[in-house]
């Protein structure tokens, strides 16, 4: 099966500081790839993909991602974190064995420091 | 704004009752899904449905089941509630040919006694 890992548990970053959460992939054939953030108290919501194209896909609220083919890695950065940036994310991947549903990682929360 | 609403955003049951979960999307879509969320676990797929009456298993359906009968709205039915499916339950939506934009309504947190 289609999988995803997130290798760290918490990520904390000082506010102002670029943030990076990771994600690492393991799929046979092209990769679908995705980012879902979740703040507290809220559902999940797409914050963006990779289907092909550029490596670096540029999302919501100033995140982008960078997909990696030879690290098999797809990295979530943004350049200055925030406070509000705070929340649960959630690296997903196209399970294509699986009714091409959405395979996700465990999630990494994210602390942003004041 | 597509919209997804789930019935309750906390509910307490006893063990042993039977446990309905709510879900209403506004957006015509067909695909709704049914996840668990629980720490350390991420989001576990627990059943989910192409269309109306339409459904199919995902990675943990045992002790639940699910209803499809209006395009709008998808349930999640825990037959006998057991202590170990307290948690949080997630409801999502997506048109049929796009799986991974998927639209996730709060969440219903359940915890069973």
């Known amino acids: 099966a289609q999988s995803v890992a997130q290798p760290e548990d918490q990520v904390n970053v000082a506010e102002g500081n670029p943030l990076t959460v990771k994600c690492t992939y393991s799929v046979s054939g092209n990769p679908y790839l995705f980012w879902y953030v979740q703040y507290p108290n809220r559902g999940l919501q797409f914050l963006l993909k990779?289907?092909?194209?550029?490596?670096l896909v540029k999302g919501s609220y100033g995140f982008e991602a960078e997909f990696n083919k030879s690290q098999t890695s797809f990295h979530l950065k943004k350049p200055s974190a925030l406070v509000s940036d705070s929340a649960l994310y959630f690296c997903?991947?196209?399970?294509?064995?699986?009714?091409?549903?959405?395979?996700f990682g465990k999630g990494n929360q994210v602390v942003v420091i004041p | 704004d597509v919209k997804v609403t789930q019935s309750s955003r906390y509910l307490v049951k006893r063990t042993g009752e039977k446990v309905f979960l709510e879900c209403v999307q506004d957006m015509d879509h067909e695909n709704m899904f049914w996840y668990r969320q629980d720490p350390g676990l991420g989001l576990r797929l627990i059943y989910f449905?192409?269309?109306?009456?339409?459904?199919e298993k995902g990675d943990i359906p045992e002790g639940y089941s699910v209803s499809r009968e209006k395009k709008e709205r998808f349930s999640l039915i825990l037959e006998s509630a057991s202590t170990n499916q307290t948690s949080m339950y997630l409801c999502a939506s997506s048109f049929r040919t796009s799986f991974h934009e998927q639209y996730f309504g709060p969440g219903t947190r359940l915890t069973v006694t």
């Open positions: 997903a991947v196209r399970d294509m064995e699986g009714n091409n549903r959405l395979a």
């Open positions: 990779y289907i092909t194209g550029d490596n």
């Open positions: 449905s192409y269309d109306v009456k339409m459904k």
